[in-house]
């Protein structure tokens, strides 16, 4: 077991700021000819390949990669412009097979993997900061904040939000997206020797490795991606409520897939979330409700502003009556019809209730139980200084104790869901002394 607790990480009251990369603000790779000499650089030098991406979520409905930012030790600095090299016939997967057995290194991993995969780009081994950072039980996991404690410099991050999308890309975005990666390798280093001062690294790399697996894996379909609708269980058991937040986002998700922009710039989830509390049946029930009336207007106060300028005309093309309809078509559902939040389907059909008020009421034996089980894994977290949710998933304490599933059978059940061996073996002997009540 390793050591209780991390050593100290640096304590840098004022780091210093990075501005810029050290060999300048790089300019787009968005040809056949500046492709094949970047892969050639990067495949001539050698240790692990820093990587990050940008894409423009907030502005557009496809969320594949618009940047991808790599550099080695020893290679420059490069930004691949991902939809000019595909028009331009480029093969993006070659990075990879130029360099089949290099480590990656990303920041919060699980984000960039699955468009990756996408692209056929499928690295073999990880080595993900963000993760590490939480591993190492650090508070604030965001890259500056571990480049600053690590390495006691600060990045300038002012573009996180900008549209990737847009061309010319401007020399300020360019500079923010080189920068994401100009830290990564030593950033990498400082953590792995942090992870192995503290009797981690066999076990980072075990999360690493299932972090790249299930990056890369097929996405799963997602039978009611509705359902992830921001503040949605605040409408609890209203089944009304929730037809028409289903009926919204269906109907703003063919809207915002059809015009290829966001579906928050067409209607807000904080808006969806209100006309189904409200349920307006009339004119002036609707008109009460600013969302569905106005277009989504967003304000920074930064050039930004101008990014988002660039979709009104697209906005405007969905007009008020659009929700309207999709309201008035949930209002006149029968209630066998509506949708019911309360279980969570697991892999083999069962279910298990998510109320922990009805379990508490109804099923007592299987609260005390979870209970007694949730302050073990709370004492192992802090032992080992590991944030409590990475220590095994909430929800396998809730399925096992909901199925009453004990023993050994409980151990198998942790590794069918994808539990890992050192998640396993910290918890087993703390949850198998706990019974069925």
């Known amino acids: 077991m390793p050591a209780q607790g991390v050593q100290s990480l640096s304590s840098v009251s004022n780091p210093i700021l990075v501005a810029e990369p050290r060999g300048g603000v790089p300019e787009l790779t968005d040809t056949p000819a500046k492709f094949a000499a970047a892969l050639d650089d990067l495949a001539g030098c050698s240790g692990p390949l820093a990587v990050d991406a940008e894409r423009a979520s907030e502005y557009r409905y496809w969320d594949g990669d618009d940047v991808i930012q790599m550099r080695r030790d020893g290679s420059a ?29 990303l920041h919060d991993a699980a984000q960039d993997l699955p468009s990756f995969a996408e692209l056929g780009l499928r690295p073999s081994r990880l080595f993900d900061t963000e993760f590490a950072a939480r591993f190492l039980n650090m508070k604030h996991t965001g890259l500056a904040a571990c480049t600053a404690a690590f390495l006691g410099l600060t990045l300038a991050k002012e573009h996180a939000a900008a549209d990737w999308s847009a061309r010319p890309l401007m020399r300020d975005l360019r500079n923010y997206a080189a920068l994401d990666v100009e830290l990564l390798i030593q950033l990498r280093n400082a953590m792995d020797r942090q992870l192995k001062a503290s009797g981690k690294s066999e076990w980072a ?76 049946r009339n004119k002036r029930q609707f008109a009460a ?74 099923q007592p034996a299987r609260y005390v139980r979870l209970e007694q089980m949730r302050r073990a894994v709370a004492q192992i977290s802090q032992d080992v200084a590991i944030p409590v949710d990475l220590i095994i998933r909430p929800r396998l304490l809730k399925e096992v104790c909901w199925d009453e ?4 059978a409980m151990i198998d059940r942790f590794r069918e869901r994808g539990a890992r061996e050192w998640q396993i073996g910290l918890v087993s002997k703390s949850l198998l002394a706990i019974n069925i009540g």
Not at 77 to 105: N, S
Not at 226 to 250: C, F, M, P, Q, Y
Not at 405 to 408: A, E, L, P, S, Y
């Open 77 to 105: 600095t490069y930004l691949f412009d991902i939809p000019a090299l595909l028009k331009a016939g480029c093969h993006v997967q070659d990075i990879t097979e130029r360099m089949p057995d290099v480590e990656w290194i």
């Open 205 to 280: 790399r075990q999360e690493f490795d299932h972090i790249l697996a299930r990056g890369l894996a097929p996405r799963p379909a997602n039978p009611e991606p509705w359902i992830h609708v921001s503040n949605i269980t605040k409408l609890g058991a209203d089944r009304r409520a929730l037809g028409i937040v289903r009926e919204l986002w269906l109907t703003r998700d063919y809207w915002a897939q059809k015009l290829d922009i966001s579906p928050q710039l067409l209607l807000t989830d904080a808006t969806i979330i209100e006309a189904a509390k409200m349920k307006p």
């Open 289 to 362: 409700i600013k969302g569905l009336n106005h277009r989504v207007v967003r304000k920074t106060g930064t050039e930004q502003d101008k990014m988002f300028a660039r979709y009104i005309p697209v906005q405007e093309k969905v007009k008020k009556h659009v929700w309207r309809d999709a309201i008035k078509k949930a209002l006149k559902l029968h209630h066998s019809q509506l949708p019911d939040l309360m279980s969570y389907k697991i892999h083999d059909g069962t279910s298990y209730h998510k109320s922990m008020k009805y379990w508490r009421t109804h």
């Open 405 to 408: 599933i004990q023993g050994t």
